[in-house]
């Protein structure tokens, strides 16, 4: 088969799983539109994951529930469009993958037709196995997502470590045999999230998940330091984005009202 020739030199679901037999970390964040996804591709980050914390930090929900599958799409497109390195995983919101295998794939078959993005990710191990297995069988990748699922809050009582060590070595082995090509372990105990790693033959990519695992991601927002109040113990802030933002409006803010904005060099004689 020809190749398109605007075809972009993505990275692979193959070599990203490859990454890890050749002991190689896989680096992995969320961006929600084009700027933000061409700085992070730009930079070499291996996984661009358009999450649906999205929810949370772009529209502002208490939850990752409200945000829907149009709602994913429509931002996935802007990241398609931005990225040319980097593979682009987006997540399946709640319920999308959850009212039977058919439905599922119409649902993952949208989104892979209608962005430039290559895999989806779902919340789920063991209980949504048939579900991957069905999307993988119709040529979608999936990336699956045990431990801490943020769409079953209700059902936690809140955001918690999980800490069922057979559960969650129950569910990380059901999503690879399944066909999962990685899977995500979120607030899980790092002996554990090792004990996983070992297990697998493919990566696992952690997110509060100790340094074992074969990849960490980090909703870009709490890299960033963009939220402001309390900060998750496995956050770690690599810039202070909010004071930041806060500063450069305040001295905007003062300067036009000083009339010392726009000043003799932004001004057209
Ligand atoms: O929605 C998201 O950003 C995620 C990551 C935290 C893994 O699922």
Redesign the pocket.
Known sequence: MSHHPAERKQITVPQIVAMKAAGKKITAL?AYDYSMARLIDAAGIEII?V????SMVVQGHAT?LPVTLDEMIYHAEMVGRAVEHALVVV?MPFPSFLLGSHKAIENAGRILKETRCQAV?LEGGADQADVIDALVSAGIPVMA?VGLR?QSVHRLGGYRVQRDREQLLADARAAEVAGAFSV?L?CVPADIARDITRQLAVPTIG?GAGVDCDGQ?L?MHDLLGLNTGHVPKHVKQYAQLAPAVTDAVTRFRDEVRAGQFPGKEQTFE
Do not use: C, Y
Request: proline share 6%.
């Open positions: 969320t994951l999450g649906d914390s999205m990752t997540d990710k997502h943020p995500v979120e997110i991601v909703v």
